[in-house]
């Protein structure tokens, strides 16, 4: 829509769909950038109608990191009390799940936009890393939480010391992706999945995104504390009902977010 610069928003039936828009700079972050996706996230996370929110990018880039240019000449005080990417923060407050759709390039705060998500979807040209630290810095936007949290402290260690890049293939099978689809295909089954998740209850979807969030966050036994006791909350809703009513009556359950 006309009101963002570097975004394009677009609502495909109850999926909201955002692509990352700066060709000129391979999509890269910068404070605009960081201000009108949060702010998009933000707005479909408050729409009812929203059941899945899918955020892409190009086919050479999903994004190749914070904006350079824009970053090089901060200070301390910039990047702290002034920072330019406060508005990504709407991602990690997000409540509807969020799929990412990556083809080409997904580096530094693009690896971490991807890992802001809550599933990666891949195209076969898609490449990971965290290169910052042959910038000069090292990831600031969740990198070495969560990519140590995604793939294992060893070979988070070796992408974020070395700064190199790993392909699709190497991302799925170190269990970063959900799936490597041909480039053709990202879209198609970036709108299959998200469909998916938008057909089921919203507040049951919210549920399980919390209660999976809280495996990121909590020690076990109090993840599997909190676990149940939405588990339990769930039966005060009419979905839950008709979700197995609709079992036993051998019929496709219709959800209303009840
Ligand atoms: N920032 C600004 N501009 C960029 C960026 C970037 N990250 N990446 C690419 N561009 C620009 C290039 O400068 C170029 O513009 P121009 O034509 O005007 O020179 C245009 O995009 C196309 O790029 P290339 O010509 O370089 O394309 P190639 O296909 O030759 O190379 C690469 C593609 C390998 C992706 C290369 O562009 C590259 O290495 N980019 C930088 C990748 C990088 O280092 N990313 C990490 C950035 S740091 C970061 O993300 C930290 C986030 C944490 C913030 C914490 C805040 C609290």
Redesign the pocket.
């Known amino acids: 829509s006309s009101e963002f610069q570097t975004i394009l928003v677009d609502t495909r039936g109850r999926v909201g769909w955002i692509q990352l828009n700066r060709p000129?700079?391979?999509n890269?972050?910068n404070s605009t950038l960081a201000t009108e996706l949060g702010a998009a996230v933000a707005a479909f996370d408050a729409d009812e109608q929203i059941g899945c929110i899918v955020l892409s990018g190009s086919e050479?880039?999903f994004a190749?990191?914070?904006?350079?240019?824009?970053?090089a000449d901060k200070t301390v005080r910039d990047?702290t009390v002034a920072?330019?990417?406060a508005g990504l923060d709407a991602l990690g407050r997000a409540r509807t799940p969020i799929v990412a759709a990556v083809a080409g390039?997904a580096?530094?705060?693009?690896c971490?936009l991807a890992m802001s998500c809550d599933i990666i979807l891949a195209a076969d040209t898609a490449k990971f890393g965290q290169?910052?630290i042959?910038?000069g810095?090292i990831?600031?936007?969740g990198?070495t939480q969560r990519l140590t949290r995604a793939i294992g402290y060893f070979k988070a260690a070796e992408l974020v010391l070395t700064g190199r890049m790993m392909d699709a293939v190497e991302a799925e099978r170190a269990g970063l992706v959900s799936r490597v689809v041909p480039a053709s295909q990202l879209a198609d089954e970036a709108m299959a999945v998200a469909e998916s998740i938008a057909a089921k209850s919203l507040p049951v979807a919210y549920a399980a995104k919390e209660a999976l969030r809280a495996s990121l966050e909590s020690g076990l036994a109090e993840g599997l504390r909190f676990e149940r006791q939405a588990f339990a909350a769930l039966f005060a809703l009419d979905d839950q009902k008709e979700g197995m009513a609709a079992f036993r009556e051998k019929r496709a359950a219709r959800f209303t977010g009840r």
């Open positions: 000129e700079a391979l890269a972050l050479r880039a190749a990191g914070a904006d350079i240019k824009e970053m990047m920072s330019p990417f390039f580096l530094g705060g693009g971490e290169p910052e042959t910038l810095v990831p600031g936007l990198g």
